[in-house]
């Protein structure tokens, strides 16, 4: 059964840095690109970006470039999304989620995702 | 950046119900276009690729349509348990944009 699994929810104050992580089993985690949702409360999806674990080939949306890290360990079959300095705004419900198929560059959908990181920024 | 444009923000129909959503793309996007079900609390589940391939375990009441620009996800006939926000997303090339969502109540 392929499941992604997300690290805890978390309570940061502005300025902190944090490292979320997406531990992928159940499937050959360095084949399928893996992809972060942002959705802040009571809003929509956004598309931050996505890596392939087979070689850390990583994209971003512009929105995202130089404000979140992606990485992955395929050792330990983990994704992970981190900021060096959280800002209130950064407030938000973070998924992973894993592409469907095979995909060029990660233009994929998505077909199994995480359970979803909660982070709070707040002084 | 291509734009993913929703319409409705919302809508409330009756049980029965045929319901229609678009989207539409401010660039050709050929049928790189999917659709997810998002419940209230829930994660995000797909429900159709390639614009109208309908992913394993989705009732068949949920059909897609589209190519180029303008696509629709139409529920055939509304359930009760179809209460939620559907998003339509692009992936053609990065970055992979949602739409801004419709809400699906029922009247």
């Known amino acids: 059964e392929v499941q992604l699994v997300q690290s805890g929810a978390e309570v940061k104050k502005p300025g902190e840095s944090l490292k979320i992580s997406c531990k992928g089993s159940g499937y050959s985690f360095t084949s399928y690109w893996i992809g972060w949702v942002r959705q802040m409360p009571g809003k929509g999806l956004e598309w931050m970006g996505i890596?392939?674990?087979?070689?850390?080939?990583?994209r971003y949306s512009p929105s995202f470039q130089g404000q979140v890290t992606i990485s992955a360990d395929k050792s330990i079959n983990t994704a992970y999304l981190q900021w060096s300095s959280l800002k209130a705004s950064d407030t938000a419900m973070y998924y992973c989620?894993?592409?469907?198929?095979?995909?060029?560059?990660?233009?994929?959908?998505?077909?199994?995702w995480g359970q979803g990181t909660l982070v709070t920024v707040s002084s | 950046d291509i734009q993913m444009t929703q319409s409705p923000s919302s809508l409330s129909a009756s049980v029965g119900d045929r319901v229609t959503i678009t989207c539409r793309a401010s660039q050709g996007i050929v049928n790189y276009l999917a659709w997810y079900q998002q419940k209230p609390g829930k994660v995000p589940k797909l429900l159709i690729y390639?614009?109208?391939t309908l992913q394993s375990g989705v009732p068949s009441r949920f059909s897609g349509s589209g190519s180029g620009t303008d696509f629709t996800l139409t529920i055939s006939s509304l359930q009760p348990e179809d209460v939620a926000t559907y998003y339509c997303q692009k992936y053609s090339s990065a970055p992979l944009t949602f739409g801004g969502g419709t809400k699906v109540e029922i009247k």
């Open positions: 890596i392939y674990p087979g070689d850390s080939d990583t």
């Open positions: 989620a894993r592409a469907l198929g095979y995909c060029s560059g990660g233009r994929c959908p998505s077909d199994y």
């Open positions: 390639a614009a109208s």
